[in-house]
C-alpha cells in the first residue's frame, strides 16, 4: 500500500514553519552515544533527507519494538523544530503515528540531502553575545568560607532578556553547547539544605526541570540558593540560560536520564514566562500495586493510590544518623483491589492530610521487602495529592463506588512495632528504655499537670532546621546553625506534662505537633495568643488537664551532669474518645487475657 508523502516538509520545519500532520518515511536509525538511550533517525519526504531528526526519549521503545525499521511510513502528530550552536537544525519527534511498517513497502521517490542553509531560513533577532565562561562563577558559588547573612531576598527582575528564538531542548543540552536557553517547567522544588565540614560550610537547594524532550536536575548554591529559591515555584514554566553543565550524579538523579545536570551561578538568567500548555507536567510511570510484589526490591519506582488509611506521626531514633526522625505510614489501594504500606519521612511526613481519603502519587518512591513488601519517600521523591491527571479520576471514583466497601489485600505485613500498650508500673518493673537502648510502649493515660512555662520557643524558619534563633533585637532573628539571619521566625511546642494511669505517673516531653494534638492548638498560634491574651492562652491547658489519652512513647536511659534518668518522649497521642469503640476492644481483650469474663452490658467508657 502506498502513501503520499507529503513533499517538502523537512525544509518547512526546519526552517521554523509549521506542518500539520506529515506524511514522513524512515530511512535508517541511529543510536546516539551516550549513558542515556536515545536515536537520531534519518527520515524522507519524498523530496529532502535529514539525518538531524531526534526521536523523543518516550518513543524509545518503538525502536525496541521494530516499529521504525527502515521504509516504515509514519504521520507526524507533534515536533519541535531548533537550532543547535546556532547554525545546526534538528527536528525532535514527539509522537508519531505508524502508517505503513517498513516491511510492507519500499523507498518511496528518489530524495536528496538536504544541506543546512540551502533554504534561507526567516529573518531573525540578532544573536545574542556570547556568555561569558561559567566556570569561575561555578567555582565562587561553591567555594569554601563564611557565609553571609541571607536576607529575605527579592525576586529576580523579569529583564527580557531571553526569548522563545534559541530555545534548546532539554535532551540536547551537553556541554559543547552555548548560546542556550531551555523553556521548561519546575516540576518539583526541595528544601533548602545546608552543610558543614571541614572544608567550609554552605547550603543549597535543586529543583528539576521538564520539557517536551525530557527532563533534567539543576543544583543553586550559596547566593544563587539565595537570589532563586523563594523566585521558582513547582508547576510554573521559565526561561533559564548560562547556567553551567557537568556530567549527572546518578546518586542525586533520582529517576532522571539525563547524561548532565545544571548548577547556578552568577551569569545565569531565570525568567518566568507565559505557561505553555505544550509542556507537560510531571511525568509518571505508574506501577500498578498488585506488580510490586514480583519486582526486584532495589529499585524505584512510580506508584499512585487512594490513601486509605494514614498513620500518626511518629518519632523514631535513627542509628546511622544519630538523630531523631519523624515518619508517617500511609496504606495506598488501586482499582487492583491490593494495598501497599507507603511509609513518608520528615517535612513530607509532617505536612501530610489525610482528609477525604486523597489520591497520592509518588514520583521515585524505593522499593523493599521490608515487611514483606513496602514503599518509602526518599531525598529525590516527589509527592502530589490529587495531581490532575486521568488516573486520579479513575482512582477517585473507582474508590468512592466500590473500593471503600471492599476488603483489600495487603502485600505489607504488620509494621514492625506494635502498639505495645503497658501500665507504666510494668514498664518500670520490665525497665524498658533502662538499658541504654530506647524502648517503646503505649499507655492509656491522663493528664495530671501541664508547663506552661517555657513551652513554646522561636525556631528558624529554613526549611527542616528547628533551632532556635537569636532575637538580634533589631527586628531580625538568627540561626547559628544555618548560619543566617531571617524578618521572622516560627513557633514550635516543646511541653513537659505529667500523666497517670491507676499504676503511676511519669513526667512525659512532647513536641510540635504531639503537642499541638494534646492541646488542639497549632504552635504559631498558642504563641501569638500568648502575648496577645494571657488568660486564653492558659485556658488553654486547662482545658487539656484530666483529659485521656492514648500515647505512645519512647523511653531511654540518659545521663546529665553525671545524673542518669529516664527521658520518655510521647511520638504520639489521640484522645481515647476518639476511638471509644478501639478502646473498649482492647479492654476486653486484656480482661479474657487475664481470665476474666467481659460483661459487655457493663462495658461503658465516659
Known amino acids: 500500500m502506498d502513501h503520499q508523502l507529503t513533499t517538502g516538509a523537512i525544509v518547512k520545519m526546519l526552517n521554523g514553519e509549521k506542518v500539520d500532520n ?22 524522507s519526504d519524498g523530496q529532502h533527507m535529514n539525518s538531524f531528526a531526534m526521536l523523543g526519549t518516550q518513543l524509545v521503545y518503538m525502536i525496541h519494538e521494530n516499529q521504525l525499521a527502515p521504509n516504515t511510513v509514519f504521520r507526524l502528530n507533534r515536533y519541535v523544530s531548533n537550532t543547535v550552536n546556532g547554525t545546526k537544525k534538528i527536528i525532535i519527534l514527539l509522537d508519531i503515528t505508524v502508517l505503513v511498517p517498513g516491511a510492507q513497502t519500499g523507498k518511496i521517490g528518489n530524495p536528496q540531502a538536504y544541506a543546512a542553509g540551502s533554504t534561507p531560513a526567516p529573518a531573525a533577532a540578532a544573536p545574542a553575545p556570547a556568555a ?4 569561575p562563577a ?176 511518629d518519632r523514631i531514633m535513627s542509628r ?32 501530610f492530610d489525610a482528609a ?59 509494621a514492625a512495632r506494635p502498639d505495645n500498650f503497658k501500665t507504666f508500673a510494668q514498664a518500670k518493673h520490665e525497665n524498658i528504655g533502662g538499658t541504654g537502648e530506647p524502648g517503646y510502649y503505649s499507655v492509656c493515660a491522663t493528664i495530671l499537670q501541664l508547663r506552661s512555662e517555657n513551652c513554646l520557643y522561636q525556631s528558624c524558619p529554613n526549611g527542616d532546621c528547628k533551632k532556635k534563633v537569636i532575637d538580634q533585637q533589631n527586628g531580625t532573628f538568627r540561626c547559628e546553625k544555618c548560619n543566617e539571619q531571617f524578618s521572622e521566625f516560627r513557633w514550635r511546642a516543646l511541653m513537659q506534662m505529667n500523666v497517670a494511669d491507676m499504676t503511676d505517673n511519669q513526667w512525659v516531653t512532647a513536641f ?30 486547662n482545658r487539656a488537664t484530666f483529659k485521656q489519652f492514648n500515647m505512645k512513647l519512647r523511653a531511654k536511659m540518659e545521663s546529665y551532669n553525671d545524673e542518669s534518668r529516664m527521658r520518655v518522649v510521647v511520638s504520639a497521642a489521640a484522645p481515647v474518645s476518639a476511638d471509644l469503640e478501639a478502646h473498649k476492644r482492647r479492654l476486653r481483650e486484656e480482661i479474657i487475657a487475664m481470665g476474666g469474663q467481659p460483661n459487655e452490658e457493663k462495658m461503658v467508657v465516659d
Open 22 to 43: 506529515a506524511v514522513l518515511q524512515v530511512i535508517s536509525h541511529k543510536r546516539v552515544v551516550g549513558d542515556t538511550e536515545r536515536y537520531r533517525l534519518l527520515i
Open 132 to 135: 561569558p565562561a561559567p566556570a
Open 138 to 313: 561555578f567555582k565562587n558559588s561553591t567555594s569554601n568560607g563564611a557565609m553571609a547573612a541571607r536576607p529575605v531576598a527579592a525576586p529576580p527582575a523579569a529583564t527580557g532578556q531571553l526569548s522563545a528564538q534559541n530555545v534548546m531542548p532539554i535532551a540536547h543540552l551537553t556541554p559543547y553547547a552555548n548560546k542556550w536557553t531551555i523553556k521548561a517547567r519546575v516540576t518539583s522544588k526541595s528544601d533548602i539544605r545546608t552543610w558543614s565540614n571541614a572544608r567550609g560550610e554552605g547550603k543549597l537547594f535543586s529543583f528539576e526541570l521538564l520539557d517536551e524532550s525530557g527532563e533534567i536536575r539543576c543544583t543553586a548554591f550559596k547566593e544563587q540558593c539565595d537570589k532563586f529559591y523563594d523566585f521558582l515555584e513547582p508547576n510554573k514554566v521559565y526561561y533559564l540560560s548560562q547556567a553551567f553543565l557537568k556530567p549527572a550524579n546518578k546518586q542525586f538523579c533520582g529517576t532522571i536520564q539525563h547524561d548532565f545536570e545544571l548548577t547556578l551561578n552568577h551569569n545565569s538568567i531565570i525568567e518566568p514566562c507565559m505557561d505553555d500548555s505544550s509542556i507537560p507536567g510531571m511525568q509518571f510511570n505508574f506501577v500498578p500495586i498488585s506488580d510490586l510484589q514480583t519486582m526486584e526490591k532495589t529499585g524505584l519506582v512510580d506508584v499512585i493510590g487512594v490513601c486509605k488509611e494514614a498513620g500518626d506521626l
Open 320 to 351: 546511622k544518623l544519630s538523630k531523631e526522625l519523624t515518619k508517617r505510614d500511609l496504606k495506598l489501594v488501586d482499582q487492583s483491589n491490593t494495598e501497599v504500606t507507603l511509609t513518608l519521612w520528615g517535612s513530607q511526613a509532617e505536612s
Open 356 to 414: 477525604g481519603n486523597p489520591v497520592v502519587a509518588i514520583k521515585g518512591a524505593r522499593l523493599s521487602d521490608f515487611n514483606g513488601c513496602s514503599l518509602s519517600s526518599g531525598g529525590n521523591s516527589k509527592l502530589q495529592l490529587n495531581p490532575d491527571i486521568d488516573q486520579t479520576y479513575k482512582l477517585k471514583g473507582w474508590y468512592e463506588n466500590e473500593g471503600v466497601n471492599m476488603e483489600s489485600k495487603s502485600i505489607s505485613t504488620r
Open 512 to 541: 510540635q505537633e504531639t503537642a499541638e494534638a494534646v492541646l488542639g492548638i497549632s504552635a504559631d498560634e498558642l504563641g501569638r495568643m500568648r502575648d496577645s491574651d494571657p488568660e486564653r492562652f492558659q485556658a488553654v491547658f
